[in-house]
């Protein structure tokens, strides 16, 4: 493989940086409207009255839709949406369809301007009133009224493998401390837009920012009652998702509102409603409990998680690494969740172990110190080797290798284990470290390859570049396969006309999607070969596959490199313009993302490939270190260094894998040290409504990343190896960091994030 | 934002006229603020009159008057350049620190020293029109004063508000005893000293300073001082760089002896002006510049701090960071 794992650099990067890469929001079409959301000042109740006469008469305007006038879309019914490949949705709330209100800043009408200014200052002139009922707010006070949710992402949600408690009250030595994390809000550097352009009566196009066009072209068909093959979803790039984008009904609004108008329109989604429309990571309260004999091996872990959601299934699983983490004989895991009348929580970077990896990485630091043993050596000694709750062997696990290489890299050794041994001036010097784990998925996906007349290639593929550098990796694996230069390979995503590829969610495109363009190149280039050696005009006529090696767009006589024949000859020779392969590889792990669109062709291989897949368990591993430098004076903490290593299978380009990391690590740190979302505790509204009050790293807060990858192939999950990198990266970063402030300080904080106050 | 009458003004005289003709007219500068509220609907003005081509944003030496000697900052002049400038490098060492500290590098290229002076509130209730609000609306309420208010005011706040003010310039301005120039509408000029200029809310909190319709900020000038050496801007926030102060503090001094002779001392994002910590300066003038007289000069100050419910912490803070200020005043100034 000459070109798969070369830091390779962004085949788009140009584009992208020339302002040529073009985003949702910018494929203005001709005769374009604007359409511009009016969001309830409420956060439960019902609408009594919306007078629109104000903002009918502003200039520009060409329509109000309200749930008075708004056209009836398909109701929600998780079985018949399931059916149409809607694998998830955002919120159960289509748009406009009643006269309720769950939460401050529901969509409850939409202004169509002839500019975007003129819908926005419409918007304003909108008077909506209410009856207002009182909104529940408060997690801890509305716990007692949640539930206890029976399954979680199709498992049980719900697990106690023995008895718990009475290990945990018999054990040795015993922790038990509460966590909580705040809620955080989607910020990707690119708000969410669509385009809603009619072709004809049942016939739509949308240009949105997506992380998976078929899910979001399941979601526009089901809910405007359209035949799914007459919507058309195209998002090229899409500037940052984290789980936020795709999967949201303002789409539909769009589409509701180009139709009322007849003309295209765009409705842009602003910072302010990022805050409630599009999704958030929940607070969370975490209870964890941990018991241990003398030896220093833990007999128990419990982890009690409380959240909440609103209008969906979905809640924040901060359990889910410790199902897999440290060879503990019993476990328990449990969940309960209050309903909020508060934008609806949903997927956000590594959902579940983000939060959950604070509280049990903090735990693991509380326990290693309460038995004076070093935090690290705490958890080597507690690694489980195969997975502790199926007992099945993991398909790849080298996190001991991680914790070796971490601590050599960081100079964990000069570590001192007694709290405030360290200064710098004024400053308290402290070192922490944490676990990282994420699940390793792999969805079914669909390939197409095409060797043009001039022996270029295409590859095509509905999947998503998130920014993650999908385009480059791809052509990568294609360059390998076919023995041609990068530069040589075009590759088409983001269009629901392309093959299906799975959602980009769950850190799993990169292992979906390669095996099924690796399977197509190779079909194509057994096509191809085909021709020559069939052909007596070739060099190669008569001679059999293995003989022949491919490179620089030609096959060769591997004993004798002058006899060639380039894939441009043979394409001529046999008056072709374009030949093409397709294929589809079978799920591993589903983790559900796959959209179930017919194939176009089962890949041979594929289920042979994948046999024993069931026989495994699939998950990467890595471990962080963090260095902090406290003013304590002040409250203030600067992480200084920070070193990452991760063990997420081949590395399939040093360069984007890396960044993926960097950026997982920088979106850790926000959530340790300063990400939160507050509320009014009267009227639910989110205080911190824009990037002034709710913050995010700056290039000052974040420290040079030192990144190392284990990169060794994971056999199991496919013959190239390559697990999913962009999740796990923001795994266990604010425990590390906490960690840290606690051998710094000697203040164990509990509550994220990490703010000067919490320190003084 | 609601549509709006744009034009340019071509002189003084004649901005000051139309806004003063109109009292739903306001100046457009730098626009990094204006426009925003604009965009959020909290401010609606029907008119704006950009300033930006009037030929006020020299840095120069007061040539005479009261502040002979002193420097004068141009009202349309940049916070970048402002900050930058020799003049007040050299000798206002505390206000490069202090704009340095505020926003940007882009926002400070953009932003004006007047539009920074009349800068509003951050107050997140001001800038959702969906929340009750005073500053915004007279009569409504303040929805800070029993909501979330982490960032709020610890000193001279009202029922009717809670707010602070964001400027980090005007912190070291007020220490300075900086005055502000400003054009009246009867086409004189008129001389306000800083500490005056600014306001506390009251029951009119609608007024952020004492700015009459249609008056432009056309010099700022700051009198001649010996704080040069031992000057030292503080500015403690929620991450390292780009977020409004938590708190922060301006600290000046001139030594004489083994004693104070001369001390500033100014608090930021804790009050709805740029507030003066005069009862810190109080016990601090004619003391030797010890760390435990700074400690009793920061109690001296904190003790009429009314902090509210999210910002107790910040009379804690307070406390250190006029302690810190004033240490690293004296150690020139700098970081170390
Ligand atoms: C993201 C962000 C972060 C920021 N962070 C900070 C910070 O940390 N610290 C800080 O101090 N500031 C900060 N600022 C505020 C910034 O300093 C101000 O927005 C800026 O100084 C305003 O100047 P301007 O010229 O753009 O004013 P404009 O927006 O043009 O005007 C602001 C107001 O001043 C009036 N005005 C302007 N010029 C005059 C004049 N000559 N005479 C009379 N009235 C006038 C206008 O009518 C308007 O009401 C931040 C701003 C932003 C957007
Ligand atoms: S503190 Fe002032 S600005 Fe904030 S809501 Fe109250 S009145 Fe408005």
Known sequence: ?760 | MRPFKYSRAQNTGNAVQTVAANTNSKFLAGGTNILDLMKEDVERPDELVDVTRLNFSQVRTVEGGANKGGVSIGGLGRNTDTANHPLVRQNFPLLTQAILAGASQQIRNMATNGGNLNQRTRCSYFYDTAMPCNKREPGSGCGALEGINRMHALFGWSNDCVAVHPSDMCVALVALDAVVKVQGTDGKERSIPFADYHRLPGNTPQKDNILNQGELITAIEIPKNNFASKSYYLKVRDRASYAFALVSVAAALEIEGNAIKNVRVAMGGVSHKPWRAVEAEKFLTGKAATEANFKAAADAEMRNAKPLEHNKFKVELGRRAIVRALTQAMKGGTNA
């Open chain 1, 1 to 760: 493989m000459a070109e798969i794992g070369k830091p390779v650099s962004r085949i788009d990067g140009r584009l992208k940086v020339t302002g040529g890469a073009k985003y949702a929001a910018e494929f203005n079409q001709v005769n374009m409207a604007y359409a511009f959301p009016v969001r309830s000042t409420i956060a439960k109740g019902t609408i009594t009255a919306t007078d629109t006469s104000a903002a009918e008469a502003s200039s520009g305007v060409l329509a109000v839709i309200t749930h008075k006038n708004a056209a009836k879309l398909n109701a929600i019914n998780p079985q018949e949406q399931w059916k149409a490949g809607i694998v998830f949705l955002g919120e159960d709330l289509p748009p406009l369809q009643d006269d309720k209100v769950y939460y401050f800043g529901q969509f409850v009408a939409c202004v169509v301007a002839e500019t975007y200014e003129q819908a926005r200052s419409a918007a304003a002139l909108l008077k909506v009133t209410y009856a207002v009922e009182k909104p529940r707010i408060d997690l801890k006070s509305e716990l007692p009224n949640g539930y206890r949710p029976e399954k979680l992402f199709g498992e049980e949600a719900q697990i106690n493998t023995g008895k718990t408690a009475a290990v945990l009250a018999a054990a040795a030595q015993k922790i038990e401390h509460t966590y909580t994390t705040s809620t955080e809000n989607h910020h990707p550097m690119e708000p969410h837009a669509s385009i809603a352009v009619w072709e004809a009566a049942d016939k739509l196009t949308i240009y949105d920012a997506t992380q998976g066009v078929l899910v979001t072209r399941a979601i526009a068909a089901y809910f405007l009652n359209l035949k799914p093959e007459n919507v058309r979803v195209i998002s090229p790039y899409v500037g940052g998702g984290f789980g936020s984008k795709g999967a949201w009904l303002h789409l539909v609004l769009a589409a509701m509102a180009a139709r009322v108008v007849k003309r295209p329109v765009k409705l842009a989604v602003t910072r302010q409603m990022m805050a409630t429309n599009v999704g958030r990571r929940s607070a969370t309260i975490q209870k964890i409990a941990l018991g241990a004999g003398f030896d220093g091996k833990l007999a128990a872990i419990r982890h009690e998680s409380e959240t909440y959601t609103n209008l969906s299934q979905f809640f924040e699983p901060s359990g889910l690494q410790t199902k897999v983490l440290y060879a503990a004989p019993i476990r328990e895991i449990t969940y309960k969740v209050a309903k909020l009348n508060v934008g609806t929580p949903t997927f956000m970077r590594a959902p579940g172990e983000t939060p959950g990896t604070f509280a049990l990485e903090s735990a693991m630091d509380e326990m290693a110190y309460e038995m004076k043993i070093d935090p690290l050596e705490f958890r080597v000694s507690n690694h489980a080797a195969v997975d502790p709750m199926t007992e099945h062997p993991f398909s790849g696990n080298n996190l001991l290798e991680c914790y070796r290489t971490g601590a050599e890299k960081f100079g964990w050794s000069n570590r001192k284990m007694q709290p405030r041994q360290t200064r710098s001036g004024r400053n308290l010097i402290g070192y922490g470290m944490a676990t990282a784990t994420y699940p390793a998925g792999r969805s079914s996906a669909t390939v197409r390859v095409q060797v043009l007349i001039n022996g270029d290639v295409k590859v095509m593929t509905a999947a998503a570049d998130i920014g993650t550098g999908t385009y480059t990796v791809i052509a990568q694996t294609a360059a390998d396969a076919l023995g041609l230069p990068v530069q040589r390979i075009a590759v088409e995503l983001g269009d629901s006309n392309l093959p299906t590829a799975p959602f980009a969610g769950g850190s799993q495109t990169t292992a979906s999607v390669h095996p099924a363009v690796l399977a197509a190149c190779e079909m194509l280039r057994e096509s191809l070969m085909g021709l020559a050696t069939t052909d007596a005009k070739s060099k190669l006529s008569g001679r059999r596959a293995e003989e022949i090696a491919y490179g620089d767009g030609k096959f060769f006589v591997r004993s004798d490199r002058s006899k060639t024949d380039s894939y441009a000859d043979i394409m001529r020779r046999n008056s072709k313009v374009m030949m093409e392969a397709c294929t589809t590889t079978k799920p591993v792990t589903d983790g559900g993302l796959g959209s179930p669109v017919a194939p176009c062709m089962v890949a041979p291989a594929a289920s042979e490939e994948n046999s024993d897949a069931k026989k495994y368990s699939f998950h990467s591993f890595g471990a962080q270190f963090a260095e902090v430098w406290i003013d304590e004076d002040l409250g203030t903490i600067r992480v200084k260094r920070f070193t990452s290593v991760q063990d997420v299978g081949r590395i399939m380009n040093e360069k984007t894998a890396r960044s993926q990391i960097i950026g997982g690590v920088i979106f850790g740190l926000g959530a340790a040290l300063m990400e939160a979302t507050e509320h009014d505790h009267r009227w639910a509204n989110p205080v911190t409504r824009t990037l002034a009050d709710y913050h995010v790293p700056v290039n000052m807060d974040v420290p040079e990343i030192d990144v190392h990858f284990i990169n060794k192939p994971d056999p199991h999950i496919s013959s190239i190896g390559a697990r999913g990198i962009g999740e796990i990266g923001i795994t266990g970063v604010s425990a590390a960091v906490a960690n840290a402030v606690f051998n710094a300080t000697g203040k164990r904080i509990r509550d994220l994030p990490l703010s000067p106050d919490k320190l003084l």
